[in-house]
């Protein structure tokens, strides 16, 4: 097992390196630059800028220089969050990404299974149906229209709950944009968990331990949660990774903190550094959770281990 | 029920706790200030939400009063030589920074010779081209910044030179690229000075708070010489990019004014929120550039067709659904220093189907038809309303024997494209930087040679080019008789709009949302509203 992680562990290194080349030169190519703004600059302005930004150097001998300070740590400056360099911003608004998105994760994770356990117990019934609707809207929907409109109804309306807006410590603020973020994981994890059930319920040896007499709440938790999590389990990983990086709209809606704007923005405004910054970081991040869900799916599941 | 019951009181004691724990009955002025502040740093900065804070926690030698006219700031009185050459400020006694140190003379030089110093790379620095050996400096051509027209007399006297007579000058003071900065602070901090802990300002707020990609917050400078009229104590500038959101959280109480809001939602607004939606003349024009450059549009006639074939008149009311007035001319209305009648061409006035039949027959002589279409291309910046407004122009042009092709990409790709000379038809928009009609002329001026010996065409995106609208806008900058020169930039605007130099389209509107609690807001030309002339009541 240890030496399966560190193989995994050593692979993303080239990995790292190929994204890291191939975006750099595909960002440089793209027509375009960060100063292309609504505005023409003066040229002995763009020259200043230019050079104030290392963007006069020959191309490679740039791209060396990024490489070098990436290994000190050091990303380099944003061109639009002027105030701040690449390393700063992204101390600043990961610790807030990572807490939406592990908040989203739990809650859309343990929601979505409960709701997929549910309706493939009561397989054809009202509950079914009334749980795959709401799945159905929550996946379908898109996040930026289903957050307009629960600020309407809890914010606006009921005035329950903030409609948007941050406070540092204030949980509440939270509730709205953890939900929104969770509504399409949950979707699909209650799809998944729904589908496996109902196979899984459906196999000779649920059938036998029904005839043994076994109730169906034992059956569920000792028989048919663990093998209908699998398909669960192999989604989870894309989905944090998803609920990660797809915090774009959330953040905008909401006002709030966190990387997810700038890994978009960053790249519409030609932000090189910022862009190439939060690339690293996602691959990082993406890498991480591959690799963690397949030691989980090793354990989950014998015939992988012993593979 | 009982779930929501639980909720309810969750809430509730959630929001008690929130209203026990600020501060006692402080008045918040809520902001929803649009996009996301990248500086504070009055050298670095560039859009207007960036200007709503640096402008409240720094103050120039002038400033704005409640109507964005130049008013008395750090300078309580100033002299300007006969010649319009030599300004000298006396910089109030009582002017302070936020950590106490009286403001001098020598932040202003400190200020300016940053501003120019090429190092610094500031993007905005050409607004303050006017003073003396100013431009040499930001180029490179000039290292000894004590050649610079700032000097101090002594600690409370500033003396600016400048190149060439500029009405305009004290407007441009407003502007936060010559606002004074503290040398010492910017040495001591580097670029981490702007962080709240660092921060210190001259203005009537301070920094406090900083959180990227959410909000900013400032409150009263207990150092600031007008600190006692202040009616808000804080200020809460809100990252509202998404204008739906914004809105959302107007209504329900957590925004006190918005920066802009969604088109659409104008008739809700007036039908909801009667009086809060506040759509005003805003010193900017929206237009077409054409590509002069290439056939077919150095054909005067074929660009002709297509100016008079734009019914102007729909688009603000119903493409846009905001009223925007529609533009014929290059100035905008109500621009200062501007005396005279404003341009209107004969055919403004013509019924729109006797303009499509003069367009129809112009486009005949040029070999056109419906059914020989002439083919252009009509490049947009990715924008809800840019494509509206392509649509229902595209629409007009075909009735002429005009084959559009629209062609959208994002703002940097876009304006890649115009710079380039790469498009036939492209879409284009200017904000006045300062009060003078020189700001949108100067749009079309001939571009200048560099010593490369290519021509820098600047914002000229269509590459008009006209010696005589040269020679009087050249003849214009340094006039000092201001109806002379107002005439000058007249006769200058017809020539260039005689010869469809571009296509106008219409007057930008600002578009603010302001709640009933807040007084003194009021409605301006430049969108300019400093917080200290506001009021809110609870």
């Known amino acids: ?276 910054g939060t690339t690293i970081l996602y691959v990082f991040i993406i890498l991480a959770l591959n690799l963690l869900v397949d030691i989980l799916y090793a354990w989950l599941d014998p015939k992988v281990r012993y593979r | 029920m009982k779930i929501t019951q639980v909720l309810k009181a969750v809430t509730t004691a959630g929001a008690l706790a929130l209203m026990m724990s600020s501060a006692a009955l402080a008045v918040t002025l809520n902001l929803g200030n649009g996009g996301e502040p990248g500086s504070l740093d009055p050298h670095k900065v560039s859009g207007d939400w960036e200007n709503r804070i640096v402008s409240e926690y720094l103050e120039g030698l002038v400033t704005e009063d409640a109507q964005a006219k130049a008013v008395a700031g750090q300078a309580e009185s100033w002299t300007i030589s006969d010649d319009g050459l030599v300004y000298t400020f006396k910089i109030r006694g009582d002017a302070v920074w936020s950590d106490a140190v009286p403001v001098t003379a020598q932040n202003w030089v400190d200020a300016f010779q940053r501003l120019f110093d090429p190092k610094t790379a500031s993007e905005y620095a050409y607004l303050q081209y006017p003073i003396k050996n100013s431009s040499k400096i930001a180029a490179g051509e000039i290292t000894d910044f004590s050649q610079l027209g700032v000097k101090a007399v002594d600690d409370k006297t500033l003396e600016i030179t400048l190149e060439a007579a500029t009405p305009f000058f004290l407007d441009a003071l407003t502007h936060y690229t010559a606002f004074p900065i503290r040398k010492d602070i910017i040495e001591k901090f580097g670029d981490q000075w702007t962080q709240p802990e660092n921060i210190v300002g001259n203005g009537p707020y301070k920094i406090v708070e900083w959180v990227p990609g959410s909000y900013l917050r400032g409150v009263k400078s207990d150092s600031y010489y007008g600190k006692d009229t202040l009616k808000i104590d804080e200020i809460r500038w809100d990252n509202t990019e998404d204008l739906t959101a914004a809105l959302n959280r107007y209504r329900a109480g957590e925004l006190d004014i918005l920066t802009d809001f969604p088109a659409d939602q104008y008739k809700f607004l007036q039908d909801n929120y009667p009086g809060q939606a506040h759509v005003a003349p805003f010193l900017g024009i929206y237009y077409y550039v054409l590509n002069q450059e290439k056939p077919p549009l150095d054909n005067i006639n074929i660009r002709k067709a297509l100016s008079i074939s734009v019914l102007r008149d729909v688009i603000g009311p119903d493409v846009l659904g905001t009223g925007e007035l529609p533009a014929y001319g290059w100035v905008p209305p109500g621009t200062g220093n501007y005396e005279g009648t404003p341009y209107a061409p004969d055919w403004a006035e013509m019924p729109y189907d006797q303009r499509v039949e003069e367009a129809k027959k112009l486009m005949a002589e040029a070999g056109y038809s419906p059914e020989k279409p002439l083919k252009l291309q009509l490049r947009y910046n990715t924008n809800e309303n840019h494509q509206r407004i392509a649509v229902a122009i595209s629409d007009m042009w075909k009735q002429i024997g005009v084959e559009v092709e629209l062609f959208n990409a994002e703002t940097a790709v876009h304006y890649d494209a115009l710079r380039a000379g790469d498009y036939n038809v492209g879409r284009a928009g200017w904000l006045l930087d300062y009060d003078d009609p020189s700001n949108t002329l100067d749009l079309l001026k001939t571009g200048t040679k560099g010593s490369d010996g290519t021509i820098n065409w600047g914002n000229n995106y269509g590459r008009y080019s006209d010696a005589k609208f040269d020679e009087l806008m050249t003849a214009a900058s340094s006039e000092l008789d201001l109806v002379k020169r107002a005439g000058q930039m007249h006769e200058a605007e017809k020539i260039a709009m005689d010869a469809f130099a571009a296509i106008p389209i219409y007057w930008y509107v600002s578009k603010n949302v302001v709640s009933p609690k807040v007084t003194g807001f009021e409605d301006n030309a430049k969108d300019i509203h400093r917080v200290r002339w506001m009021t809110k009541s609870e």
């Not at chain 1, 929550?138 to 309407?152: E, H, S």
């Not at chain 1, 109804?153 to 329950?160: A, D, R």
């Not at chain 1, 941050?166 to 969770?182: E, K, R, T, W």
Request: with cysteine; aromatic share 12%; glycine share 12%.
């Open chain 1, 1 to 276: 097992m240890f030496g399966y992680a560190l193989r995994r562990v050593l692979t993303a290194i080239p990995i790292v390196l190929i994204t890291i080349t191939v975006c750099f030169f595909i960002l440089r190519l793209a027509p375009g630059g960060p100063f292309d703004g609504e505005r023409a600059l003066p040229p002995d302005q763009l020259k200043n800028l230019r050079a104030y930004y290392h963007l006069d150097e020959p191309l490679i001998m740039q791209f060396f220089g990024y490489i070098g300070g990436v290994l000190r740590g050091d990303f380099g400056p944003s061109m639009v969050m002027k105030d701040f360099n690449v390393s700063r911003l992204i101390g600043i608004g990961l610790p807030f990404t990572l807490t939406l998105g592990f908040s989203a994760f739990i809650v859309g994770t343990i929601g979505g299974m409960i709701a997929g356990a549910v309706a493939a117990v009561n397989q054809n019934k009202w509950p079914d149906y009334l749980l795959v609707a709401i799945v159905l809207v929550g996946i379908i929907i898109p996040n930026f229209l289903m957050a307009n409109l629960v600020q309407l109804f809890f914010g606006v309306y009921l005035k329950w709950l903030p409609v948007g807006g941050y406070q540092p410590g204030s949980l509440i603020h939270l509730v709205l944009p953890v939900f929104i973020l969770a509504l399409p994981h949950g979707g699909r994890v209650a799809r998944l968990v729904r589908g496996s059930m109902i196979e899984v319920l459906g196999t000779n040896y649920v059938r036998t331990a029904r005839s043994k007499g076994l109730g169906t709440r034992l059956i569920l938790a000792r028989h048919a949660l663990k093998p209908a999590l699998l398909p669960v389990v192999s989604y989870l990983g894309p989905g944090l990774s998803y609920l990660l990086t797809g915090s774009l709209v959330v953040e905008q809606v909401f006002s709030l903190p966190g990387i997810g704007k700038y890994f978009i923005t960053a790249a519409l405004n030609r932000d090189y550094g910022l862009v190439l």
